[in-house]
């Protein structure tokens, strides 16, 4: 199985809402990610987290707050966003760290801001 | 600091042969990466050269040539399904090696 899940496909939000984006991998990979894109630009690194522990956090504003429960879980609280934060967020991958030259991407949240 | 550049658009026939150039400047280098993705949907890896030389897979091929800092996807016998944007991707040679560095991209539009 190589599919990596995530939920749910599409979500609108107001500014003073909180919602969470989940991602969800049973490929045993101890890798996990999460990026923003925006259209017609490449992803965006905005989290990485290796064995269960945040190992990069890109500048990301404090109202994106991740969290890995587990080895095949992984989460992304939303709280207070911005309208320019209207994105698609992915969720990808991988063996471990040191392969993350080879991702596996789940299909994705289209979120939108209003 | 690391940057990778690639065509913005590339055009094709269906049945023709398409490259892909990338090329990067890095401090370190593992490696190149290769992604396609369609509209409205998720990166697809496709292939990876740590090493000098041409990887096959199928109807798609990446070649990577250290000394230049240069890489390629060639796509062979294009097919309509093909029309999707491209990404070379390096991983950082900084302190954050698990992180992905992408090109800009290329969007390869295949006509009839």
């Known amino acids: 199985d190589t599919e990596v899940t995530q939920t749910p496909k599409h979500l609108v939000m107001g500014m003073t809402n909180k919602k969470s984006l989940k991602c969800e991998q049973h490929m045993g990979h101890r890798a996990m990610y999460w990026y923003k894109q925006k259209a017609k630009k490449p992803p965006e690194l905005m989290f990485v987290?290796?064995?269960?522990?945040?190992?990069i956090n890109e500048s990301v504003p404090s109202r994106f707050s991740p969290e890995c429960p587990n080895s095949s879980l992984l989460n992304l609280h939303l709280h207070a966003l911005q309208p320019e934060d209207s994105a698609l967020y992915l969720c990808?991958?991988?063996?471990?760290?040191?392969?993350?030259?080879?991702?596996?991407f789940g299909p994705g949240t289209r979120l939108t801001v209003t | 600091g690391q940057s990778l550049e690639q065509p913005s658009e590339v055009t094709a026939v269906e049945g023709a042969i398409v490259q892909i150039n990338c090329t990067y400047q890095t401090s370190g280098f593992y490696g190149l990466s290769w992604y396609q993705q369609h509209d409205g949907g998720a990166p697809t890896f496709l292939s990876y050269?740590?090493?000098?030389g041409l990887e096959e897979t199928g109807r798609f091929s990446s070649f990577l040539s250290r000394s230049d800092s240069y890489g390629y996807l060639l796509l062979q016998e294009l097919q309509m399904k093909d029309s999707a944007s491209y990404f070379c991707?390096?991983?950082?040679?900084?302190?954050?090696?698990?992180?992905?560095?992408f090109g800009s991209g290329t969007r390869l539009l295949v006509r009839p």
């Open positions: 050269n740590a090493l000098d």
């Open positions: 990808a991958s991988s063996q471990d760290g040191t392969n993350a030259w080879e991702q596996y």
């Open positions: 987290y290796s064995y269960e522990k945040l190992s």
């Open positions: 991707a390096v991983r950082d040679s900084g302190g954050s090696s698990y992180k992905l560095i």
